[in-house]
């Protein structure tokens, strides 16, 4: 595991990855914080292209806890099918969906404890909800999360909590609303999990990964591959001469 990077180093990492997107957004697509709970409760051992396709045409015919409950499980099946893991995600949609009427007048909280509280919605779900949908400065820690603070030694930890935990030590507070997008853009398109792009990454200098990967693979490829030499000819089979016989039988 790399060292810890220092909190000045910190400060410039988002410095720069704020100036390269001072407004990140979530990449998963919503109409308000029910929808957002219920696309990143589907986004699970999923991507996000994947679900928007299948909630575009859901959120337009249900897109409040009264009519998902009223669309029930066979229905919202036949519309996230392409998903991984629907038949049990459409359980939980409906369930979460029932919950937030009867217990929460079909409003959804703005507490952790609550949020986690519903059918599917674990802290990293209730994070996201939180941070994107009322503004509070929480981070969820994901795969990409996860791997970026332990590559880069910024939040170094053995699980997501310990991570969650070590980034809101770690991170200054004009960067914390914000923090959990960049890192997670950052962890998507440049410090991707088999090949980092280490060689257009603004925060190279600071990251305190060994093993960087200077060059694209087809560069590395070229430069590092010989020519392969060009094999000798095989000498052609002398001519058989041809015998008396040969000579008789032709």
């Known amino acids: ?11 410039v990492l988002f410095e720069r990855l704020s100036a390269a997107t001072p407004t990140p957004e979530t990449e998963l697509h919503y109409k308000n914080p029910y929808t957002l709970v219920v696309a990143v409760a589907l ?3 999923a991507t996000d292209e994947g679900v928007n396709r299948a909630t575009g045409p859901l959120f337009e015919i249900a897109d409040t806890p009264q009519k998902m409950a009223a669309l029930g499980e066979e229905a919202l ?3 996230i099918k392409t998903i991984g893991l629907w038949r049990n ?29 519903l059918p599917g919605v674990g802290r990293k779900t209730a994070n996201v909800v939180l941070n994107v949908a009322f503004g509070q400065p929480t981070i969820a820690v994901d795969t990409h999360i996860f791997r970026v603070s ?3 030694g910024l939040a170094p930890g053995k699980n997501p909590l310990e991570v969650e935990l ?3 030590k770690s991170t200054p507070e004009p960067f914390l609303q914000h923090a ?28 305190q990964f060994k093993d960087k990967v200077k060059e694209p693979k087809t560069a ?11 094999g000798k000819l095989k000498a052609a089979a002398p001519k058989k001469k041809k015998t008396a016989r040969s000579k008789k039988r032709a």
């Open 220 to 230: 590395r490829s070229k430069a590092k591959s010989p020519a392969k030499p060009i």
């Open 89 to 117: 995600k459409a359980k939980n949609v409906i369930a979460l969906s029932k919950m937030l009427i009867e217990d929460f007048d079909g409003e959804v909280p703005q507490e952790r404890e609550a949020l986690e509280r």
């Open 77 to 79: 099946g036949g519309y």
């Open 150 to 152: 332990n590559r880069t």
């Open 43 to 45: 986004s699970a051992q």
């Open 1 to 11: 595991m790399p060292r810890k990077m220092t909190r000045a180093n910190a400060a």
């Open 166 to 168: 070590a980034l809101e």
């Open 180 to 207: 959990h997008h960049w890192l997670i853009l950052h962890g998507r398109y440049v410090c991707k999990a088999r090949t980092p792009e280490c060689w257009r990454c603004a925060i190279d200098d600071l990251c």
